[in-house]
């Protein structure tokens, strides 16, 4: 699905080459702008969504090793794969080598291009109570015992995300990514935070390019990149060799797409025009309710309408009635009602942050230029 648009009079920055990683195994990443692992969003239909946009990677929300050892429905359906083309990767987390592994086993034989451990989740049910996740960043050699097992399960390649450490006190990230690279992981992941941080404070993208001159591996660098000039800024600190946006998608699967063309032309593409858009909620909307339901799909789908809407007027008002709608009529009528006036008087969406408040004041219009 094409998102360019000849309305373009932002200005252009020199290009950075980020040339394709190839992980061995048939597996290349030929840009490495990746769409992060992000728990309740990254799932099928969104992956499958961001892919029709251009998304050349995408990684499947974190399943637990002992859940899918028990191959669930639930945990089936997190880990089923994409199928449209360039690289899908099975997040896996767990503290037991052998679990670790077995999970990796079913995962490739459903499909999965590469696995993903996780190291870097900070919640406390993963981190304190199964002693997993970012745990691990602790106990380096239970580490390097999850890696060195997982990788000798699977024949496709195995990588590696992580924080910089548990807190500033021990941020061991440069190390472990020595050990990763010994045990045979093809590529690192580094949020610039610690575990202690959660997701307050800002990414230390700077501290990145520590883990990129401790080891040969690929290292990607991922935290706080919401715009453009964010992934240019991460790339220049950290001397990564390629970005990895999470919060930076909500509401914008086309902004990996934006990305890709920013660092490769230095041209800014400006989101997709409100038609499009539309077309694009409607799919992403109708595919959640076929991968879910229609209960289950119309509860999930209310934070990616809400997402989807930020920037334009009178969204405050669309996202209090849309989150309330029980049923799928209701809102496909909702969605009409709110996009197609909109359409009509050409009003295009304001350029945001997630995550800020700075939607339009309202009775604000944005007109798309002439």
């Known amino acids: 699905m094409c998102i360019h648009s000849s309305e373009n009079n932002l200005p252009a920055l020199a290009p950075i080459d980020l040339g394709p990683i190839d992980l061995g195994g048939g597996v290349v990443i030929d840009t490495p702008v990746i769409l992060a692992p992000m728990s309740g969003v990254t799932d099928l239909p969104f992956r499958r969504t961001a892919k029709s946009l251009g998304a050349g990677m995408v990684v499947s929300e974190m399943i637990a090793s002992w859940a899918m050892l028990r191959e669930n429905q639930k945990t089936m359906s997190m880990a089923q794969v994409d199928g449209a083309g360039g690289v899908s990767a099975v997040q896996l987390a767990g503290c037991d080598p052998s679990a670790m592994a077995e999970a990796a086993r079913i995962a490739v034989d459903k499909g999965a291009d590469l696995i993903d451990i996780n190291f870097g989740c900070p919640v406390k049910k993963v981190a304190v109570g199964q002693t997993a996740g970012s745990a691990l960043m602790r106990d380096e050699q239970a580490a390097a015992a999850i890696l060195e097992a997982t990788v ?49 404070g800002t990414a230390d993208w700077a501290f990145v390019a520590r883990v990129k001159q401790a080891t040969r591996l690929p290292v990607i660098v991922n935290g706080d990149i919401l715009t453009e000039d964010d992934a240019v800024t991460a790339l220049r600190l950290s001397g990564a060799d390629g970005v990895m946006i999470g919060r930076g998608c909500y509401g914008r699967p086309w902004f990996l797409a934006q990305v890709v ?9 400006p989101d997709p025009v409100l038609g499009l858009q539309k077309a694009i909620i409607l799919a992403h909307y109708h595919a959640m309710l076929d991968q879910f339901g229609r209960s289950a799909g119309v509860r999930l789908a209310r934070k990616h309408l809400s997402w989807y809407s930020r920037g334009l ?29 909109l359409i009509e008087r050409g009003v295009t969406r304001v350029r945001f942050a997630p995550g800020v408040a700075n939607d339009p004041e309202p009775g604000m219009e944005v007109l798309a230029a002439a």
């Open 152 to 200: 000798n399960a699977v024949s496709v390649p195995v990588t590696l995300k992580m924080r910089m450490g548990w807190d500033h006190a021990s941020l061991n990230a440069p190390n472990l990514a020595r050990i990763a690279e010994q045990a045979g992981i093809r590529m690192v992941t580094v949020h610039g935070r610690t575990r202690q941080q959660f997701y307050t």
């Open 313 to 341: 007027p009178g969204s405050a008002e669309f996202r209090a009635r849309v989150t309330r709608l029980p049923d799928v009529e209701p809102v496909l009528e909702a969605l009409d009602a709110f996009y197609d006036p």
């Open 261 to 269: 063309h920013f660092l490769t032309t230095g041209e800014r593409l």
